[in-house]
Structure formats: structure tokens, C-alpha cells
């Protein structure tokens, strides 16, 4: 009689992943980030912004217009937001300039005080004082830094004009993506990708929830901050910092110079811009190391010491951009260890330890 041939399960013959393996994926993954990234960060933007417009779309297209009608309004809906949000930019630099004048006769008038103390208490006369300050700034040079941020500022507006486009391909072709992602596995794991795609879209979308929620509560304490010490309009001047603390680093410094300012004139003491100047800072670093965090990382089921080290490494890949993406790129990969037998390991170090095992 013959032997009827043994069928290998093929889900049960994967063997799991090492440990040395998953690292030797995790450093050639970020090698390949780091030298690729100035094609993966406008990418990565677009993937976000397709997967957040992405409901719109389907809403639109369920109420009677076409494909190509819905990614425009969607697109177009998104612009008027982003020009609204430059227009307030716009404002802030208005509004500071209109007191450029007060705040020019004001540093004069503090520099000569403060050369006066240091002549009166210490001995050194004017002229040491200005010596001393030439030598110290006879190495810094201003041109490299303008440089930089001219490099920067046209990075930034070529990549605000790819944004829209690569999003509207990619909500165009999100079909011909999906089915061509469904061929780079096997058939008997097609509902499990589509799952983890869809789940990915709703991770998407509980991300903006938590950066909206870290926006609320940075507003609130920037304001309550700014009223304790007496700044006039705090909520007015906590919440544009808030707003415009979108960007990295440059957005505070802006958004800090009017409150600074107006405090300056206002008062006629440098307690109270030092006093706004330690409200932010303060604000700042809760927002980096404990708001951002727990309120991002609790709605995306990782426990907050893995955001802070992927906030810290996309730092280190990205720059400011890569402490934005690298959230949501950490969301996905959650998603896929769950999912994927040769990789609980990996599931159980991201997760916050209240999945059951």
C-alpha cells in the first residue's frame, strides 16, 4: 500500500525569528532610512495625509462624485487649512514687527544699564566691554547659517508642493497599491494584510487625535503659565505657541518673541520675558518627555519608554521631522507583530502590558 505523501502546513513551518535576526532587519532597515531619507520623508508625509484624507474620499465618493472629484476636494480642503495656518504665521511676524522699534530703544537702553553695572561693580571699562564682545563674536559666522536655513526653508517648500501631489497618487492609486501589495504574500494571508491596512488607517487617525489632544493641554498650560506671571492676552499667546509648535524647535522661538515683547514693553523689567522664556522651556520639555508620549503612546497601545526612544532615534535619523513620523511608522510595526507568530517577541517588548498573552 502506498504512503499517502505528508502535506506541510505552511503556516505552521514557519520557523521563528532571533533575536540576532529581528536586530540584523532593524539596523539594515535603518540604515536604508537614514541614506533614503530624502525621498522617505515627503513620502512618509504623503502616506500620512492619504491615510488621513482617505474617509473623506470614500464619503465623497459613497455621495455620488468620482474618484478624481474626491481626492481634489479632499486635497483642496487641506490646503485652505495649511495657508490658514501660514496666514497666522504671517500675523505673528506682522504683529512683532510693529514693535520692533519699542523693543530696538529697549535693548539699547538695557545694553547701556547693563555696561554701566558691570563698569560700576567689576572695573571694566566701555571700551574692555566692547573688546570683549568683538573677540567673542569675531568667530561666529553668519553666513553658513544662512545658508543652512535658505537650504532649509527651500527643502521645506519643495517638499510642501510633493505633499499634495504624492498624496493624490497615492489616494488615486490605492487599489493598484493595495492588490500589489496583497501579491508580495501569500494567498492565505490576504485578510490578514487587509486587516493590518485597515487598522493601520484607524492608527493613523487615533494619531491625529492624540497630537490635537497634546495641542489642547500644551495651550492650556502655556496660558495658565503666562497668567500667573502677568503676561496681558495669555491664552491668546499660549495657544498660538501652541499651534505653531508644528514646527520643530523654529515654531516656539517664533511664537515666544511677541509674548517676550509685549512683556518687555509692557512692564519695563526683563523678569517678565525671562518669567515667558521659563513658562515655554518648562512647557516644552513636559510636552517632549511626558504629554507627547503618554498621550500619543497610550492611544497607539506602545508603552511610553519605546516612544521615547523612537522620538530620540528618529531625532537622530530624520532630524524634528523624523520625531513626527517615526510614531506612526512604530504604530504599523505593533500591528504586524501582532499578527505575525515569529514576531511576539517583538509585540510583547512594544506593547504597554495590558494585552493578554
Avoid at 555696561?115 to 571699562?125: K, L, N, Q
Avoid at 523624523?322 to 505575525?340: Q, V
Wanted: proline share 4%.
Amino acid at each position: 500500500m502506498k504512503e499517502t505523501p505528508k502535506i506541510e502546513n505552511p503556516i505552521g513551518s514557519r520557523r521563528k525569528l532571533s533575536s540576532l535576526e529581528i536586530l540584523q532587519y532593524i539596523v539594515l532597515i535603518l540604515i536604508i532610512f537614514y541614506f533614503g531619507k530624502t525621498i522617505f520623508i515627503p513620502l512618509s508625509f504623503s502616506l500620512l495625509i492619504s491615510f488621513i484624507l482617505y474617509p473623506i474620499c470614500k464619503w465623497l465618493e459613497k455621495k455620488g462624485a468620482n474618484k478624481p472629484g474626491a481626492i481634489t476636494i479632499s486635497i483642496f480642503g487641506l490646503t485652505i487649512l495649511m495657508v490658514s495656518f501660514f496666514y497666522l504665521l504671517f500675523l505673528q511676524i506682522a504683529s512683532f514687527s510693529n514693535e520692533w522699534q519699542s523693543l530696538s530703544a529697549k535693548l539699547i537702553e538695557t545694553s547701556t544699564q547693563i555696561g554701566i553695572y558691570v563698569e560700576e561693580h567689576f572695573g571694566i571699562d566701555s571700551e574692555k566691554q566692547s573688546a570683549f564682545i568683538k573677540n567673542a563674536t569675531s568667530n561666529f559666522e553668519i553666513l553658513p547659517i544662512l545658508k543652512n536655513t535658505t537650504n532649509s526653508l527651500t527643502g521645506m517648500v519643495f517638499n510642501l508642493i510633493l505633499f499634495p501631489v504624492f498624496s493624490a497618487l497615492l489616494l488615486y492609486h490605492r487599489h493598484l497599491l493595495a492588490v500589489a501589495l496583497y501579491q508580495l504574500f501569500p494567498s492565505y494571508k490576504k485578510e490578514t494584510i487587509h486587516e493590518i491596512l485597515i487598522q493601520t488607517i484607524h492608527e493613523y487617525y487615533n494619531f491625529i487625535k492624540g497630537m490635537g489632544l497634546v495641542y489642547l493641554i500644551v495651550g492650556l498650560l502655556n496660558s495658565i503659565g503666562l497668567l500667573i506671571i502677568g503676561v496681558p492676552h495669555p491664552f491668546l499667546f499660549g495657544f498660538i505657541a501652541s499651534i505653531l509648535t508644528f514646527i520643530p524647535y523654529v515654531g516656539i522661538i517664533i511664537s515666544s518673541l511677541l509674548p517676550i515683547t509685549v512683556s518687555w514693553v509692557t512692564f519695563n523689567s526683563i523678569w517678565y520675558p525671562i518669567g515667558v522664556i521659563l513658562v515655554f522651556a518648562i512647557v516644552q520639555l513636559l510636552e517632549a518627555y511626558i504629554i507627547f508620549p503618554m498621550a500619543v503612546g497610550n492611544r497607539l497601545k506602545i508603552n511610553t519608554l519605546v516612544i521615547i526612544i523612537v522620538i530620540i532615534l528618529g531625532g537622530i535619523l530624520w532630524g524634528a521631522v523624523g520625531m513626527i513620523l517615526f510614531i506612526p511608522f512604530i504604530s504599523i510595526l505593533k500591528l504586524i507583530a501582532d499578527r505575525t507568530e515569529s514576531l511576539k517577541t517583538l509585540s510583547l517588548l512594544l506593547g504597554d502590558g495590558k494585552s493578554k498573552l
